[in-house]
């Protein structure tokens, strides 16, 4: 897989996903990822990449055409997957999205900085914009690597056991269930007696039962499948 992502702080980027699975699996070559620079397409004295926005108003607008040139640097076709923009105006990024973004060749993130970015970039090459939740952050690097690490972790290779992502929360429309480990300060106490007791058909009923029961307290809206993004 290919992912493209057009940034101004292609450092912050690049630097976010060099620690863990992640990192390990860019250095194996089992993902590509691929940092373009907007303005190193600007065309101006000064390289801008923003502007005021047409009709007023607080802050600056990021610019149609270095994003235009760098977008088209890439060499974007039908085929190469899609142009997806971190924007807390887009649908909130699912489970669902990134596993169906991981069966894909190549996708292109946009990040946005300043007040946002000219919508006429946004309606003739962007398909699909993304949020991450209902806050602002600073710019749409953080968020694409939120994207990008969720992507990742589906494809074949990334994680040492392969099930891990499938036992993950919300990989089965519901959240995971609790977890418990070696303590030399607290030994097992504490620890559910079924998960000590080598019955691996009681301790998978278990967990299922408790993840159910999870979701049933804090998420009821996965269980009645009206989740947000489904």
């Not at 973004?101 to 914009?129: K, M, N």
């Not at 600073?138 to 939120?146: D, H, I, K, N």
């Not at 977890?179 to 007696?193: D, F, I, K």
């Amino acid at each position: 897989m290919h992912i493209n992502v057009l940034t101004l702080f292609p450092q912050m980027v690049e630097d976010a996903l060099s620690y863990g699975v992640i990192g390990k699996a860019i250095e194996q070559g089992l993902v590509t990822v691929k940092c373009i620079n907007p303005r190193d397409f600007a065309e101006n004295k000064h390289q801008r990449v923003d502007d005021k926005p047409f009709g007023g108003g607080p802050g600056m607008v990021m610019m149609y055409d270095p994003l235009f040139r760098a977008l088209r640097s890439i060499g974007q076709t039908a085929e190469t997957g899609p142009v997806l923009c971190m924007s807390p105006q887009g649908d909130t990024l699912c489970q669902h999205h990134c596993n169906e973004w991981a069966q894909l060749p190549q996708i292109t993130l946009v990040c946005g900085r300043y007040e946002g970015i000219d919508q006429r970039f946004i309606e003739a090459h962007v398909d699909q914009e993304i949020s991450i939740g209902d806050y602002v952050i600073s710019g749409g690097e953080m968020a694409a690597c939120v994207v990008i690490d969720a992507t990742i972790r589906q494809l074949a290779g990334v994680l040492g056991d392969s099930e891990s992502a499938e036992t993950d929360s919300f990989m089965t429309g519901q959240l995971g269930m609790p977890q418990y480990t070696r303590s030399e300060l607290l030994g097992q106490s504490g620890v559910p007696a079924v998960l000590l007791s080598g019955h691996h058909q009681a301790i998978d009923s278990w967990r299922q039962e408790q993840a159910k029961q999870l979701t049933q307290h804090r998420r009821p809206d996965l269980l009645e499948g009206t989740s947000e993004g489904h």
